[in-house]
């Protein structure tokens, strides 16, 4: 059994234009399937992953959902 480290308050960094130069690490929790994996920001863009994309401001799930991802903070 894994126990994953988050902090309290939900992740609201992915933006169109910010100065954040270094990745960050957060976690995705996907409403649809309830999947919960760690994802990398670069510029607040994310990196290159199959299992997630990103369309805007929003990150999502490839399982089909309409729904996007929730981001917290990783430990």
């Not at 902090?7 to 996907?30: L, S």
Request: with cysteine; hydrophobic share 35%; glycine share 6%.
């Amino acid at each position: 059994m894994t126990l994953t480290a988050v902090r309290a308050g939900k992740f609201d960094g992915v933006r169109e234009k910010t100065n954040v130069t270094e990745p960050v690490e957060v976690m995705a929790f996907c409403p649809g399937c309830k999947a919960f994996q760690t994802v990398w920001l670069n510029a607040n863009r994310l990196m290159s992953t199959r299992r997630f994309s990103q369309e805007g401001s929003q990150i999502f799930h490839n399982c089909g959902s309409e729904l996007p991802c929730q981001l917290y903070y990783s430990w």
